[in-house]
């Protein structure tokens, strides 16, 4: 007797299998937005218009003017995995369309009233295709100008169980605008409008640069804060926008990764990015930054979530590496040649200067500006500006090379105040004003340092090195300190020691509260030993500051000695003493900004003072 062969499995009809897609790929009204709207920039539209009623969720509107669909073509895109925009899966590495699941359009009309209305760019008929819950109702013929309209109605209907997490009108339509504002950040040369209920929330026209969206978007004030960036680093090519250090807000910055123009998410960058600004901010601040990483294709895979909100790059590490180095650098040259240098060079496209960035510190100084000036070429004046370069190029610097600054050099030869001088400079230019500033005349201007800032930067970083091994030098006392702490500060003492002696203080606990001196650094002539020790041991034990790492408890020990070792305002300095000070300033990493991320150098320019005095 024959068997009968009951069959159990099935191929899901079209509709089902898009619905289910319609799980992954449409969620709320905002991915709807996305996808249309990434469909119309894929299709080159130079003006999007996205129209939400009800939060999207009575209806969606997205037109383009861009090269639109025959009517085979719109017929053919509401079939699964139909696209145009790649043919085998070797494709998928290259990808630079946004779009090439092929799922979107099916998706959403399988989950709603959709109408797909399109005219080709070639001046063929317009065609005009109605669907409803994934099977079509109508097509037809229509007049329209090249271009592509999608109009989703009433989304999820068909599919209650999602429709019941939907959020209110009003958060559904903050998602499409966060969407839209994302994609517009990532599209500069289009033009982008949102309409919700017939009023208008975005007008966007296209822009020139990431700085002129971002003051379209939010305000001249506050692109006024960031600094362009544009950086080779580990082999990536970093543009965008960093935040200045010294307008960093608590309450925290907008964040916006890119990568080859595609928005994705990326804690760990982000984290990265935090990262290069330590010491320039107060920890836990979190900077606005608009970063775009240019990458050869090949190297990420966009192709790992649904939404393709994040990727993976082929060496995660080396990327955060090329992210933090990009950034620091950048902000390394707040202060920086241009502006004070010898004359600029032919205006190349790496000498504009940086957008949004009135008042201090010019653009970026160019990459054939440093290769000229390390090959020895500028007779050395742009090292000066340029921190570590020196040291790179070993230049020996003319007179400058005595340490006569206001601190003693600590490993002689090797310390930074070897950094060359500009050769214009002559006995009459630097002075102190009030006992706590320093006023040098430069080419273009003048510098106005704050002499504690300068010393606190200069001390920090020493200190740190320090800690990485570079010995330094402490001073034995002839008549060693006996000083008696609090319970608190002496168990500080006790359990920091060892790092204590790092920085130069041999310090024995004697017990009772009672710890010896037996040697202290000596940053300075005018440095006050005891004085300082009290206030670190004191900020130590009762600081807050959270150390959660060796890093951690390194920096924080390092900042607390630069803040109180270094001079302090009402000191007053000789000209030697100021001259090394600057020179030492100049050498660190980060010469623009004290550990508080407050600045140490403002500048005011010839063309200021022109402008000041009604010249211009
Ligand atoms: P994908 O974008 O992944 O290719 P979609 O389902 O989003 O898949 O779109 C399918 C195809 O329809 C696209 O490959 C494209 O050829 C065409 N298409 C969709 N939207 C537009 C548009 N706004 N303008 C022109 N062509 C479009
Ligand atoms: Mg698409």
């Given at each position: 007797m024959a068997k009968t062969v009951t069959r159990r499995i099935h191929i899901l009809p079209d509709h089902v299998a898009n619905q289910i897609a319609a799980g992954e790929v449409v969620e709320r009204p905002s991915s709807v937005v996305k996808e249309l709207v990434e469909n119309s920039l894929d299709a080159g539209t130079t003006r999007v218009r996205v129209e939400l009623r009800n939060g999207g969720k009575t209806l969606i509107r997205v037109a383009d003017d861009g090269e639109g669909m025959s009517r085979p073509d719109a017929l053919l895109a509401l079939d699964r995995h139909a696209t145009s925009k790649i043919r085998r899966a070797e494709d998928l590495l290259g990808v630079l369309s946004f779009g090439f699941r092929g799922e979107a359009l099916p998706s959403i009309a399988a989950v709603s009233h959709f109408e797909l209305t399109t005219a080709p760019a070639d001046g063929g008929p317009g065609t005009d295709v109605k669907v409803n819950a994934g099977r079509i109702l109508s097509s037809g013929e229509v007049a329209r100008q090249p271009g592509t309209t999608v109009t989703v109605r009433a989304l999820f209907h068909n599919v209650p169980a999602r429709a019941k997490f939907l959020r209110s009108a009003a958060v559904e339509t903050r998602a499409v605008s966060e969407t839209v504002l994302l994609l517009a950040l990532a599209n500069l040369g289009t033009g982008f409008r949102l309409e919700s209920n017939?009023?208008?929330?975005?007008?966007?026209?296209?822009?020139?640069?990431?700085?002129?969206?971002?003051?379209?978007?939010?305000?001249?004030?506050?692109?006024?804060?960031?600094?362009?960036?544009?950086?080779?680093?580990?082999?990536?090519?970093?543009?965008?926008?960093?935040?200045?250090?010294?307008?960093?807000?608590?309450?925290?910055?907008?964040?916006?990764?890119?990568?080859?123009?595609?928005?994705?998410?990326?804690?760990?960058?982000?984290?990265?990015?935090?990262?290069?600004?330590?010491?320039?901010?107060?920890?836990?601040?979190?900077?606005?930054?608009?970063?775009?990483?240019?990458?050869?294709?090949g190297q990420v895979d966009v192709n790992v979530h649904p939404a393709k909100a994040e990727v993976r790059?082929?060496?995660?590490?080396?990327?955060?590496?090329?992210?933090?180095?990009?950034?620091?650098?950048?902000?390394?040259?707040?202060?920086?040649?241009?502006?004070?240098?010898?004359?600029?060079?032919?205006?190349?496209?790496?000498?504009?200067?940086?957008?949004?960035?009135?008042?201090?510190?010019?653009?970026?100084?160019?990459?054939?500006?440093?290769?000229?000036?390390?090959?020895?070429m500028d007779s050395g004046q742009l090292a000066f500006f340029v921190p570590g370069l020196a040291r790179v190029t070993g230049t020996p610097a003319k007179g400058a090379s005595g340490t006569t600054g206001p601190a003693p050099a600590n490993d002689a030869g090797e310390t930074p105040a070897d950094e060359p001088w500009p050769a214009h400079r002559t006995p009459s230019d630097i002075w102190q004003l009030h006992q706590a500033y320093i006023l040098v005349t430069m080419r273009e201007g003048l510098l106005i340092i704050d002499q504690h800032s300068a010393h606190e930067r200069v001390l920090f970083e020493e200190i740190m090195r320090r800690f990485q091994g570079e010995g330094g030098a402490s001073q034995r006392l002839l008549f060693p300190l006996t000083l008696?702490?609090?319970?608190?500060?002496?168990?500080?003492?006790?359990?920091?020691?060892?790092?204590?002696?790092?920085?130069?203080?041999?310090?024995?606990?004697?017990?009772?509260?009672?710890?010896?001196?037996?040697?202290?650094?000596h940053p300075h002539p005018h440095f006050d030993a005891e004085g300082c020790f009290r206030e670190m041991v004191h900020e130590l034990a009762h600081g807050s500051e959270l150390v959660n790492s060796a890093r951690n408890q390194h920096e924080r020990i390092a900042k607390s000695m630069a803040c109180k070792g270094a001079i302090k305002a009402g000191q007053s300095l000789s000209r030697t003493e100021m001259e090394g000070l600057l020179d030492r300033l100049f050498a660190t990493e980060l010469p623009g900004h004290d550990v508080h991320g407050r600045p140490t150098i403002l500048r005011l320019t010839l063309d200021e003072l022109g402008r000041r005095f009604g010249r211009e």
């Open positions: 017939g009023r208008e929330l975005l007008d966007l026209p296209p822009a020139a640069s990431i700085a002129e969206r971002v003051a379209a978007i939010w305000g001249d004030d506050e692109a006024g804060d960031l600094l362009a960036l544009d950086v080779e680093a580990g082999g990536v090519r970093v543009t965008g926008l960093v935040q200045r250090p010294d307008s960093v807000r608590p309450a925290g910055g907008r964040r916006y990764l890119f990568v080859n123009g595609r928005p994705f998410r990326d804690p760990a960058l982000l984290r990265a990015v935090d990262e290069a600004y330590r010491t320039t901010v107060v920890p836990g601040l979190r900077p606005t930054v608009f970063l775009n990483i240019g990458i050869p294709a790059f082929h060496d995660p590490k080396a990327m955060r590496g090329a992210i933090g180095t990009a950034v620091r650098r950048r902000l390394a040259e707040l202060i920086s040649a241009p502006a004070f240098g010898p004359e600029p060079g032919p205006a190349g496209p790496e000498h504009e200067p940086s957008a949004g960035e009135p008042g201090t510190g010019a653009g970026g100084i160019s990459k054939k500006a440093r290769e000229r000036s390390a090959e020895g008696r702490l609090s319970p608190a500060e002496y168990a500080a003492v006790e359990e920091l020691k060892g790092l204590l002696q790092t920085i130069g203080f041999e310090v024995e606990a004697f017990g009772e509260r009672t710890v010896i001196v037996h040697a202290t650094p």
